[in-house]
T-cell receptor, first 114, second 110 residues
Framework: DAGVIQSPRHEVTEMGQEVTLRCKPI?????LFWYRQTMMRGLELLIYFNNNVPIDDSGMPEDRFSAKMPNASFSTLKIQPSEPRDSAVYFCASSLRQGGETQYFGPGTRLLVL | TQLLEQSPQFLSIQEGENLTVYCNSSSVFSSLQWYRQEPGEGPVLLVTVVTGGEVKKLKRLTFQFGDARKDSSLHITAAQPGDTGLYLC??????????FGQGTILTVHP
């Protein structure tokens, strides 16, 4: 099993640019989660999908952030425009079902906004 | 919001020492998970505890779920440099989410 795949692994961009992070969940998993991790705030849930439908986006910081899941095997997290305070590691995770199931995390995308 | 408080936040020890990490809450949980995150990687599940008072062992790691299902501990015996990482506890929250603790950063020096 390939596990959760994220791309890119590293992204360096300038303030104001659009950033798109990509995720391929484990095949057969019905739930997908986007997290942001920083030293100050730890691991924060941004949004989560179940069967490709957004269930809870209360963690999305502001309108600059958007996420889509057009099909069961692909999701994107977009930041437009990016700001230096968006610098963090962004993780995608998937689980077989919703409801406290084990989450399988990808390797993360390390984003630096200059 | 259900909060999980982990302690200590940082732990720096020598190889061979024992240590305990705590995860506490005022809420009762149906289950609790422990994850380990190594530098440059995503968190990986170590164990899930579901019954109050339950003890699970994973080699040198011992996990315990409190009798009231509000707290948990992770004890490592004879720590090794390979145990270095961020340890996170997590519990089910609303809408099928997991709520995570802030984590304990463990460094084991050779």
């Amino acid at each position: 099993d390939a596990g959760v795949i994220q791309s890119p692994r590293h992204e360096v961009t300038e303030m104001g640019q659009e950033v798109t992070l990509r995720c391929k969940p484990i095949s057969g998993h019905n739930s997908l989660f986007w997290y942001r991790q920083t030293m100050m705030r730890g691991l924060e849930l941004l949004i989560y999908f179940n069967n490709n439908v957004p269930i809870d986006d209360s963690g999305m910081p502001e309108d600059r952030f958007s996420a889509k899941m057009p099909n069961a095997s692909f999701s994107t997290l977009k930041i437009q425009p990016s700001e230096p305070r968006d610098s963090a590691v962004y993780f995608c995770a998937s689980s077989l079902r919703q409801g406290g199931e084990t989450q399988y995390f990808g390797p993360g995308t390390r984003l630096l906004v200059l | 919001t259900q909060l999980l408080e982990q302690s200590p936040q940082f732990l720096s020890i020598q190889e061979g020492e024992n240590l305990t990490v705590y995860c506490n809450s005022s809420s009762v949980f149906s289950s609790l998970q422990w994850y380990r995150q190594e530098p440059g990687e995503g968190p990986v599940l170590l164990v899930t505890v579901v019954t109050g008072g339950e003890v699970k062992k994973l080699k040198r790691l011992t996990f315990q779920f409190g009798d009231a299902r509000k707290d948990s501990s992770l004890h490592i015996t004879a720590a090794q440099p390979g145990d270095t990482g961020l340890y996170l506890c997590a519990a089910p929250a609303s809408y099928g989410k997991l709520t995570f603790g802030q984590g304990t950063i463990l460094t084991v020096h050779p």
